[in-house]
């Protein structure tokens, strides 16, 4: 699987985005880019994936390169219980379904 | 509908000891998985299974073992706890097929003396 690189910390004002890059410049074609966050030490929750195209659900907005070589998450209008470590991760979907974590993003939501 | 479960949520283990983490999942999930998080990292894949009978060693796999003889049930077990095996372990479900989202239980925070 791709590494992955992420800042280890951002801030970000209550009620506006919060925008988390990565870098997958190793990513290979048929690798999907994960989003998972982890709030204060609870298991890790899914947020978002995608191959190429942009994808949005209830929770955020993931959008990738058209070199496919980085990413952004996007979190619409932050709040306080959106402070969280974010991962970014990429992996092949196979039957095995082995996630590979970085340290990943420290993101605080000021009020 | 639980989720997955983990079971217990705190552990204090003396070196040498030996104990079997619990976890379970009521989605009929065939993957699941065992991680273990140290302080400030990410998660690191000790043990996985992708179908009853099937296990197989993640990236971290010394010092446990692991059986899957049901869909529902993936135990851990330590066979002589280390001081380095301090650590909180998550245990994960998901489908092979779909969006490969994966389900995390609450964790079991270890310490071993």
């Known amino acids: 699987d791709a590494k992955t690189t992420q800042p280890t910390s951002m801030d970000c004002a209550e009620g506006r985005a919060a925008n988390l890059p990565c870098n997958h410049s190793t990513i290979s074609g048929n690798e999907y880019v994960y989003w998972y966050r982890q709030i204060h030490s609870q298991g890790p929750q899914y947020i978002i994936h995608g191959l190429k195209n942009n994808e949005t659900n209830e929770m955020a907005s993931l959008i990738i390169t058209e070199d496919r070589k980085s990413s952004t998450l996007i979190l619409p209008h932050a709040t306080l219980r959106d402070t969280a470590v974010y991962y970014c991760i990429v992996r092949i979907q196979t039957g095995a379904n082995n996630l590979f974590f970085g340290t990943g993003t420290r993101l605080t939501v000021i009020p | 509908n639980a989720g997955v479960t983990q079971t217990p949520k705190f552990q204090v283990l003396k070196t040498g000891q030996s104990m079997t983490l619990q976890c379970a999942q009521d989605?009929?999930?065939?993957?699941m998985s065992w991680y273990r998080q140290d302080p400030g990292m990410g998660l690191r894949l000790i043990h996985y299974s992708v179908g009853a009978g099937i296990t197989d060693q993640g990236e971290v796999p010394n010092g446990y073992n692991v059986s899957r003889s049901t869909t529902e049930d993936f135990p851990l077990r330590l066979l002589s706890a280390a001081p380095s095996q301090t650590s909180v372990y998550f245990c994960a479900s998901a489908l092979i097929s779909g969006t490969y989202e994966q389900y995390f239980g609450p964790g079991t925070r270890l310490t071993v003396t």
């Open positions: 989605m009929n999930h065939e993957y």
